[in-house]
């Protein structure tokens, strides 16, 4: 009977405890279908900002960064050539250059030309400003007068410069827009309109100093300069064997003329002091003779 009783209460403990974990079964499955949810809550939220988020945007913020680092650049750039003329027309080549700066995008600054000497052959110089692209017409014209012996090329950067002009350029027009504003407005008393306008006078002339400066620097930048020197070929010639009596004879005059100079100051020179040297010798002579003659006087025995 005990047994019967003990096996029934098993028998309930069982079941009991398979029906609470078939209660708390549901419980879990619904706690995991709750984080499975919200994951893919997450995943949803992720994939629908992403979705918002073209890929292309990606490729534009770089493109900017790459904007931003390839800002413009502006670069003073400087040629220096040297042409060495072969023929005596070194003038008709500097016009020659000169004339075809005016048929391209050339300023022509400055141009000089020195004639032959006795000592210096002749020569001559261009400097001028032509743009980039007409450059290489103007080199191959150049080049054409005679033969390069030289040519180098100068950078100077001027970004930095530049830069600062134009953030000048900017504050002054906004600070006078300003004052221009305050001008207009109802109210303003006729000692603060002096005021104003004064100040606005001084911002103006700062703005158009600024602009004078940016357009200089544009110049510089937008333009290359291009500084060109002619040399007349030297040539030598063969000397003679009296070649160097030839040259003596003719710088014989010369120094026959340099040596009569030099006498001549050597001698105005010793003059003022022939007046003190001539009188103190004759006296002294005299003195000296006065002494010999004492002497002698003494020397000579009296007869006995």
Same mark, same amino acid.
């Given at each position: 009977?005990?047994?019967?009783?003990?096996?029934?209460?098993?028998?309930?403990?069982?079941?009991?405890?398979?029906?609470?974990?078939?209660?708390?079964?549901?419980?879990?499955?619904?706690?995991?279908?709750?984080?499975?949810?919200?994951?893919?809550?997450?995943?949803?939220?992720?994939?629908?900002?992403?979705?918002?988020?073209?890929?292309?945007?990606?490729?534009?913020?770089?493109?900017?960064?790459?904007?931003?680092?390839?800002?413009?650049?502006?670069?003073?750039?400087?040629?220096?050539?040297?042409?060495?003329?072969?023929?005596?027309?070194?003038?008709?080549?500097?016009?020659?250059?000169?004339?075809?700066?005016?048929?391209?995008?050339?300023?022509?600054?400055?141009?000089?030309?020195?004639?032959?000497?006795?000592?210096?052959?002749?020569?001559?110089?261009?400097?001028?400003?032509?743009?980039?692209?007409?450059?290489?017409?103007? $080199? +191959?014209?150049? %080049?054409? =007068?005679? /033969? #390069?012996?030289?040519?180098? &090329? @100068?950078?100077?950067?001027?970004?930095? *410069?530049?830069?600062?002009?134009?953030?000048?350029?900017?504050?002054?027009?906004?600070?006078?827009?300003?004052?221009?504003?305050?001008?207009?407005?109802?109210?303003?008393?006729?000692?603060?309109?002096?005021?104003?306008?004064?100040?606005?006078?001084?911002?103006?002339?700062? $703005? +158009?100093?600024? %602009?004078? =400066?940016? /357009? #200089?620097?544009?110049?510089? &930048? @937008?333009?290359?300069?291009?500084?060109? *020197?002619?040399?007349?070929?030297?040539?030598?010639?063969?000397?003679?064997?009296?070649?160097?009596?030839?040259?003596?004879?003719?710088?014989?005059?010369?120094?026959?003329?340099?040596?009569?100079?030099?006498?001549?100051?050597?001698?105005?020179?010793?003059?003022?002091?022939?007046?003190?040297?001539?009188?103190?010798?004759?006296?002294?002579?005299?003195?000296?003779?006065?002494?010999?003659?004492?002497?002698? *006087?003494?020397?000579?025995?009296?007869?006995?």
């Amino acid at each position: 009977m005990l047994r019967k009783l003990l096996s029934v209460v098993c028998v309930v403990v069982f079941a009991s405890a398979g029906c609470g974990y078939k209660r708390s079964l549901p419980a879990m499955v619904s706690v995991d279908e709750a984080e499975t949810k919200k994951h893919s809550q997450v995943s949803t939220y992720y994939a629908v900002e992403r979705k918002a988020i073209p890929p292309y945007a990606r490729i534009r913020s770089a493109m900017d960064s790459d904007k931003v680092l390839a800002a413009p650049r502006y670069v003073a750039v400087r040629h220096k050539l040297e042409i060495i003329e072969p023929d005596s027309g070194l003038a008709k080549s500097i016009e020659a250059v000169v004339a075809y700066c005016g048929t391209i995008q050339c300023e022509l600054l400055s141009s000089s030309v020195a004639n032959e000497t006795a000592v210096l052959p002749p020569s001559g110089n261009i400097v001028a400003r032509v743009a980039p692209q007409d450059l290489n017409k103007l $080199l +191959d014209f150049a %080049a054409k =007068q005679g /033969k #390069i012996s030289q040519h180098s &090329t @100068e950078t100077e950067d001027k970004t930095a *410069a530049v830069i600062d002009v134009e953030a000048k350029i900017k504050n002054q027009t906004d600070f006078r827009d300003s004052l221009r504003k305050m001008l207009v407005k109802p109210g303003v008393s006729v000692a603060d309109l002096l005021q104003i306008q004064e100040k606005l006078a001084e911002a103006q002339a700062e $703005l +158009d100093s600024e %602009a004078t =400066q940016r /357009k #200089i620097l544009a110049n510089e &930048t @937008e333009k290359v300069l291009l500084e060109i *020197a002619f040399r007349s070929e030297q040539r030598t010639s063969s000397r003679s064997a009296f070649a160097s009596v030839g040259e003596a004879l003719r710088d014989s005059g010369s120094v026959l003329a340099d040596s009569l100079a030099e006498l001549i100051t050597a001698i105005a020179a010793i003059i003022p002091w022939l007046i003190v040297i001539v009188p103190g010798i004759w006296f002294l002579v005299r003195l000296w003779r006065r002494w010999r003659k004492k002497r002698a *006087a003494a020397n000579v025995v009296p007869p006995t």
